[in-house]
């Protein structure tokens, strides 16, 4: 028998393990709507404790917390400030301008990653003419900057100019759980530059299902009554809850793993020939790398991987996204690496 493909094309690709779906099983469950599904409520308290803030608020996506968080923040007409390659501007549907009415002004950033000197001149004087500057958010780490991680000074100095500028701060920390074990720095502690966080437990954690967004207390019951006319309001959430509460005891300190798994990959597009890596260091799970036209297309690089038995996301005409998880041990990530230098043998676009 073959070995089973390898998909390295997002780690939001992961199952629950056992041990996951046990506790989803054994959870206790009630009415999240009235406030009585005691798993959720523990959630709630968990990361709200974990990040520093006073409250938080369990949510089916990531894409719906931010957008509640834009919502919640903002009235109609008024603008935020963020990273051209933000997921909130690049990879949400158009949501600030469908579901709040607020624009979003987008600053080119170095694979994602932004300097204070960049927001000078970029609140908009107060007038009858023009839209209110009312918001900055930041993604930590930075999903199509290649999983960067937002050097905390340059964040702190963001939030303090934000603060002198009457602004509020809004972090995207779908991926923090990475920046947290790859630099050591404690959730509260990124947290603590910012109004609002939402972090997901989809991704890198395993769990099958939901983000939270956290913040002050007044704001998240704000928040909740938003969450209802986005439709996210659930019932007995507490099975997805728990497994939420699985992946906060057991999946974190484990992302180092996947954090090596990605350089094994990385070295391996580094060494093949018309395969770039872009940005050129990897600093989390997410590799992102350009095929060289002489190569061919990022469809056609994918195909050949896929008859290798590896699956990467292709994510634009030349450009291709690997990500390491849960589901693909050391062993994998090796034989993915070899998979991928076996593409030097595969004839080029300008060999055909």
């Not at 992961?14 to 599904?37: K, Q, S």
């Not at 060494?271 to 997410?286: A, C, I, K, Q, S």
Request: glycine share 8%; proline share 5%.
């Amino acid at each position: 028998m073959s070995d089973p493909l390898i998909d390295l094309r997002s780690d939001t690709v992961t199952r629950p393990t056992a041990g996951m779906r046990a506790a989803m099983n054994a959870a206790e469950l009630g009415d999240d709507v009235f406030r009585e599904d005691p798993t959720v409520n523990r959630l709630e308290e968990r990361v709200a404790e974990l990040l520093g803030k006073e409250a938080a608020l369990f949510v089916p996506s990531g894409t719906m917390s931010n957008q509640i968080a834009i919502k919640a923040h903002t009235l109609p007409g008024d603008e935020l400030l963020c990273e051209a390659n933000n997921h909130i501007y690049l990879y949400e549907a158009g949501g600030p301008a469908v579901l709040s009415g607020v624009t979003c002004r987008t600053i080119d950033g170095d694979h994602g990653i932004l300097d204070v000197t960049q927001f000078d001149g970029k609140v908009r004087p107060i007038n009858d003419h023009s839209v209110r500057t009312k918001l900055v958010c930041l993604e930590n780490t930075h999903n199509r900057g290649g999983g960067r991680i937002y050097p905390l000074e340059k964040v702190q100095a963001i939030s303090e100019w934000a603060r002198r500028s009457g602004l509020l701060m809004h972090l995207d920390g779908a991926r923090l759980w990475n920046a947290i074990v790859a630099t050591g720095i404690g959730a509260a502690t990124w947290a603590a530059e910012f109004d609002t966080v939402s972090v997901c437990f989809s991704k890198g954690l395993g769990a099958p299902v939901g983000s939270a967004l956290v913040g002050p207390r007044d704001f998240i019951a704000r928040a909740r009554r938003i969450r209802k006319l986005f439709g996210g309001g659930m019932r007995q959430a507490g099975g997805l809850a728990a497994a939420a509460l699985f992946a906060l005891d057991h999946h974190i300190d484990r992302l180092a793993e996947d954090h090596r798994n990605a350089q094994v990959i990385a070295e391996a597009i580094a060494d093949t020939p018309g395969l770039r890596l872009d940005p050129p260091e990897v600093d989390t799970n997410l590799i992102w790398f350009t095929v060289e036209p002489y190569r061919g297309t990022a469809n056609e690089v994918a195909e050949a991987l896929r008859q290798r038995g590896v699956l990467v996301h292709s994510a634009g005409p030349q450009t291709l996204r690997a990500c390491t998880h849960l589901d693909v041990s050391s062993a994998q990530a090796e034989r993915a690496a070899d998979a991928i230098r076996r593409l030097a043998a595969v004839p080029t676009m300008s060999a055909r």
